[in-house]
């Protein structure tokens, strides 16, 4: 009996689940309930916020596996100078093998040469340099020939105009007189300079030449005899210099002469330092007297009326140097250098192929100003040579007052 009732509860339960799965088979689960496909989106189209176990991962910025590297896989020298990306520093860049050397022997001039202390000196952060030049100069003759006659001339102060261009430790700058450019004459006037200057040595090329514009200042017993101070044009003077300076800093790593006259680094703290070099100057100045006022031929006391200084000069320098920091934005330079050596005379000269005793001069003096990659800078320079022979002396000298001013970029 017992069994019997236990046989028709069992019959009774699996009944009603057999009908309740029907009703359910027939009717569908709610949304939240149903099962679905897991779609799989690209990463770049993911802007939301999806939820992790330990947090919230923001998915606004592209996501980077780990198998590409930021980093420009492929190292080679000419793509990567086409993409911009080239350092001559970049010790993993692959450089063919010749230009490799001529970069290895880059890197280690630039350790040996360039290296500074940074409590003194640091670099600009920059590569190139432009600037637009105002140069005002002239050139100055004293010349003494016998006890009874000398002379003083210098041309007139011309105005120039120019700019200068800087790469890294090379710089050229070319500039002409534009006093007489705007009036419509003559460009009497040029001048062009180049260098190359880094933390341990500095080499500074020059050009000037000059074809008239003198002006007589002292003649011989003229002055005496007039008693007052005269000013007379005199067209018989031509003069062309060319030559260079080179110079070794020996406390390099603390003193900057380019912070000074070539804007390549910052002077932090006051600082000189003795220097020593050598310099060579080709000279080519002409005197005709034949071209001389009528009031002055009297006064003349020489018996040639025709004059050439055509000669080589070498000459062993050695000086001091000295920056000043006056401020955050403020260096002050003053630089003088003296000169010993010898002329080597052309053929064509007063002392023909005569080699003589020579004594040279650089007296140069800074003020710059700093501002972020702006500069700007007020120089003065005086470079002078002397000729000595038995009969004749000739110490003339170019003087030049330049403001400038430019951006590094």
């Not at 360039?114 to 140069?135: F, L, Q």
């Not at 040029?190 to 002006?215: H, L």
């Amino acid at each position: 009996m017992l069994e019997a009732r236990l046989m028709k509860r069992c019959a009774l339960s699996f009944f009603m689940v057999f009908t309740t799965l029907l009703v359910v088979a027939q009717n569908p689960l709610p949304d939240e309930l149903c099962w679905r496909p897991i779609e799989t989106v690209p990463v770049d189209q993911i802007d939301s916020v999806i939820p992790l176990s330990h947090g919230l991962l923001k998915c606004d910025e592209p996501v980077v596996s780990d198998s590409v590297s930021m980093k420009d896989a492929n190292r080679n020298w000419w793509h990567l100078f086409k993409k911009g990306q080239l350092s001559m520093s970049d010790t993993t860049v692959k450089w063919p093998k010749f230009l490799g050397f001529c970069v290895d022997i880059y890197n280690w001039a630039d350790r040996v040469f360039s290296s500074t202390d940074h409590d003194y000196v640091v670099g600009t952060g920059k590569k190139w340099r432009a600037r637009i030049i105002n140069d005002n100069w002239t050139d100055s003759y004293y010349m003494k020939i016998s006890k009874d006659f000398n002379s003083i001339m210098s041309g007139d102060l011309h105005i120039l105009a120019g700019a200068s261009l800087q790469y890294m430790a090379v710089s050229y700058t070319y500039s002409l007189d534009i006093s007489h450019l705007i009036s419509g004459g003559t460009i009497n006037y040029k001048k062009q300079e180049f260098g190359f200057n880094c933390a341990r040595f500095s080499i500074d090329g020059y050009y000037y030449s000059n074809d008239g514009g003198t002006y007589i200042r002292t003649f011989g017993d003229y002055r005496k005899n007039n008693r007052k101070h005269f000013r007379i044009p005199f067209s018989g003077v031509t003069m062309s210099t060319l030559g260079f300076d080179g110079y070794y800093f020996f406390n390099g790593y603390k003193y900057s002469q380019g912070a000074a006259y070539n804007f390549s680094k910052l002077q932090k703290k006051s600082q000189g330092c003795i220097m020593a070099g050598f310099s060579y100057c080709y000279q080519d100045i002409s005197m005709d007297f034949n071209q001389l006022p009528p009031k002055l031929l009297p006064f003349i006391g020489i018996d040639k009326m025709d004059l050439r200084f055509h000669y080589n000069d070498y000459n062993l320098l050695v000086g001091y140097g000295y920056n000043c920091v006056m401020g955050k934005h403020w260096l002050y330079n003053i630089t003088a250098i003296p000169g010993v050596g010898f002329n080597h005379c052309y053929q064509d000269s007063e002392q023909s192929s005569a080699k003589l005793l020579s004594l040279s001069g650089r007296v140069m003096t800074s003020f710059t100003y700093n501002s972020g990659n702006l500069f700007a800078g007020l120089q003065g320079r005086l470079r002078g040579n002397w000729y000595q022979s038995n009969s004749t002396s000739l110490f003339n000298t170019v003087e030049s007052f330049t403001f400038s001013a430019g951006y590094r970029f």
